[in-house]
């Protein structure tokens, strides 16, 4: 079992920044994959950004929408994934996600959720 624990939501003119932060506790060493999700009122859930468990850093995905704006990175030590989201527009209005998923046996988990409101 994977618990996530989200924390940073809250409201920000347009233009502003927020971070979101992640931790996980329980079974994180199968967790292979971390990333953020939205969902706005009306519409389904979307990726936002991933980030792999591997070396280096790991891997990364953004949503097209995102690129350029929103950076997800992650501090092993202290078992968080962090996403640093610039230029919000008030399109970003959502609920974020935290997710984890875990190999080899692919259980995706999912934390409470943060809103984010972004004002015009």
């Known amino acids: 079992q994977v618990q996530l624990v989200e924390s940073g939501g809250g409201l920000v003119q347009a233009g502003g920044s927020l971070r979101l932060s992640c931790a996980a506790s329980g079974s994180i060493f199968s967790i292979n994959r971390m990333g953020w999700y939205r969902q706005a009122p009306g519409n389904q859930r979307e990726l936002v950004a991933t980030i792999t468990s591997g070396g280096s850093g790991g891997r990364t995905n953004y949503a097209d929408s995102v690129k350029g704006r929103f950076t997800i990175s992650r501090d092993n030590a202290k078992n968080t994934v962090y996403l640093q989201m610039n230029s919000l527009k008030p399109e970003d209005t959502a609920v974020y996600y935290c997710?984890?998923?875990?190999?080899?046996?692919?259980?995706?988990?999912w934390g409470q959720g943060t809103q984010v409101t972004v004002s015009s």
């Open positions: 997710n984890a998923v875990t190999y080899p046996t692919m259980v995706n988990y």
